[in-house]
């Protein structure tokens, strides 16, 4: 099994959902973030006053999926998250040791 951890752009989140929805993936789990990577945030003014924002709201996504899914997953969600523009975020995989569904006792693949 593999998690696949997502940090988008807010807007891209509908996007995103629906690619993952037409690869048959039916659980996720939505997070509003704050950070940044490398453009290290971006300055505006205020009233007059100029200030850094240094933590840009970001959305992070979690997905479990089996191996066989991942891939797939991976590149939907690059696709539908991709503007082109600093920022887009990143994707990260790693492998998953167990899984229980708490309601079943279920493990592994059956707990996904």
Partial sequence: MKKIEAIIKPF???DVKEALASLGVEGMTVTEVKGFGRQKGHTEIYRG???TVDFLPKIKIEVVLSDAQANGAVEAI????KTGKIGDGKVFVSAIE????IRTEERGE???
Avoid: G, T
């Fill in 110 to 112: 059956q707990a996904v």
């Fill in 78 to 81: 690059i696709k539908a998250a």
């Fill in 49 to 51: 006053s100029e200030y």
């Fill in 12 to 14: 891209k989140l509908e």
């Fill in 98 to 101: 167990d899984a229980i569904r």
